[in-house]
């Protein structure tokens, strides 16, 4: 890299090499004393500065590599970026855009989850509804072409269905039954 590294030694050879520069020898013996203090610890073993350093370069390799292959699996996530070859700052907009993607689908398939609970919950409280009508005799059931209409006192055509709404009986008996998407109010 060209760079070059701060000088890895420990104090004590500091300390040894400037002896001759210290105007006291109080000093030196500040530093000696360090050096003695750091030395004593004897489960701690001295590397050379070439161990230092090829242990760093090591660990920096490490490094690059992994981040070299998180890019990679970042690209093969990606189903635009799948298999191309591509730079870093390439995969990173792809993948933010592809991220921004799957956020938009998954809240709009919460919307239509949530809808759907709607739906269901009027469906089953309509159920319950005829089921209730039904037992006190104030329905009567009168299967037509659709077997999903009954028919109220008054003659009416109800689905469960359509949400209780009155259909009229000439809707085109060939069309196959849609379901209803209920409107969401807004929050």
């Not at 730079?87 to 990173?92: D, E, G, K, M």
């Not at 919460?110 to 037992?135: M, P, T």
Request: with cysteine; charged share 35%.
């Amino acid at each position: 890299m060209g760079r070059r590294f701060s000088d890895h030694r420990s104090p004590g050879r500091k300390c040894r090499a400037a002896k001759a520069s210290y105007p006291t020898l109080r000093s030196w013996s500040k530093c000696h004393l360090l050096n003695r203090r750091m030395s004593e610890n004897d489960d701690i073993e001295v590397d050379s500065d070439a161990d230092k350093r090829a242990h760093h370069n090591a660990l920096e390799r490490k490094r690059r590599d992994h981040i070299k292959d998180s890019f990679h699996s970042l690209r093969d996530s990606v189903p635009s970026l799948q298999g191309e070859k591509a730079s870093r700052a390439q995969i990173l907009d792809k993948a933010t855009e592809y991220i921004q993607l799957m956020r938009r689908k998954n809240n709009t398939h919460q919307q239509d989850i949530d809808d759907l609970k709607k739906q269901n919950a009027l469906l089953e409280q309509q159920v319950r509804a005829l089921e209730k009508a039904k037992g006190n005799n104030q329905l009567q059931t009168n299967y037509s072409s659709d077997s999903s209409l009954y028919t109220n006192r008054k003659g009416s055509a109800v689905s469960a269905f359509d949400g209780g709404s009155d259909s009229s009986s000439e809707s085109e008996p060939d069309e196959p039954p849609t379901r209803k998407k209920l409107r969401s109010e807004p929050s």
